[in-house]
């Protein structure tokens, strides 16, 4: 049989029974604003990995012909490289958060995107035409965009970023030769400077009569990229911090160089002796 407590156990009961549950109280709100603090640093992360937005390019694979056997391989490699290319552009997005003007995405990530996937689209459409019909307008593909906070196709694969494939770019033609290193298109340009590179026709050893025609047009395209990066630099005075120049300007054309200069060897390669350590020759300078 349960006997009543004393009136003081009672108090005694209900004192120490409202501590207790203050003591909870406290608990659970310390507890409450630990998970809320987590929670919220969780979504700040999230949403800060995910401010600069991401990049979304057209998908070339699909409008693709049918791929002759022997064209598989090299259709593959560069498909992954388009890949890695996007990859490559959404890490810098993210790098880069904070740097440059309004147009500093459009000049230092876009723009140069376009420029690598036109030239790799280009060895897709050459390598399928070697022994089919070679795809006309996918340079159309080559334009990427900024979607903020949307999903991006970059892709996991990794292509061979040294392939050049054939070359046969469709560059500009015309006398190839003028010198590769003369950056003297631009003129003096109203003290901004100008952009020198390395001299690469000098540098190249005998050219079979078979690769003369597409040497010369590569040629050519490496003196008319100079000429763009000179008129770049000249309209984009004054925009960006003071890394523009180089990540903007210096950094996508010596990309595209690369890839240039890589075609050439590979055209002289076929019926001659390849010739090695050109890339070295890529890289430019600003000059004031």
Same mark, same amino acid.
């Given at each position: ?11 005694? =009961?209900? =004192? ?11 608990? =659970? ?99 399928? #035409? ?69 001299? =690469? ?39 960006? #911090? ?47």
């Amino acid at each position: 049989m349960s006997r009543a407590l004393p009136k003081y156990n009672k108090r005694r =009961v209900v =004192v120490i029974g409202a501590a207790a549950a203050l003591a909870l109280t406290g608990a =659970v709100v310390v507890n409450s604003a630990l998970a809320g603090e987590s929670k919220s640093s969780g979504t700040t992360n999230a949403k800060t990995l995910a401010s600069p937005g991401t990049i979304s390019c057209p998908d070339v694979a699909s409008q693709l012909p049918a791929i002759p056997a022997t064209a598989q391989a090299e259709v593959d490699r560069n498909l992954a490289l388009l890949q890695t290319q996007i990859a490559e552009a959404n890490k810098r997005l993210v790098d880069t958060v904070g740097q440059g003007g309004a147009n500093f995405v459009q000049n230092a990530i876009l723009g140069p995107l376009k420029d690598k996937r036109v030239s790799t689209i280009d060895r897709i459409a050459i390598s399928i #035409g070697r022994k089919g019909t070679k795809p006309q307008g996918l340079d159309a593909l080559a334009g990427c965009a900024l979607n903020a906070g949307g999903a991006a196709n970059a892709g996991g694969a990794t292509g061979n970023a040294g392939n050049a494939g054939n070359a046969g770019n469709n560059a500009n033609t015309g006398n190839a030769g003028n010198n590769a290193g003369n950056a003297g298109n631009a003129g003096g340009a109203n003290g901004v400077g100008t952009i020198t590179c390395p001299d =690469v026709a000098s540098q190249l050893p005998a050219i079979p009569a078979t690769a003369q025609a597409e040497v010369d047009r590569n040629l050519t395209l490496l003196q008319t990229q100079i000429s763009e990066a000179n008129t770049r630099l000249q309209n984009t005075v004054g925009q960006g #911090g003071a890394n523009f120049v180089q990540n903007a300007i210096l950094g996508p054309l010596k990309d595209k160089r690369v890839s240039t200069i890589d075609r050439i060897a590979i055209s002289i390669g076929r019926k001659g002796t390849k010739p090695q350590g050109l890339d070295a020759l890529a890289a430019c300078t600003l000059n004031k």
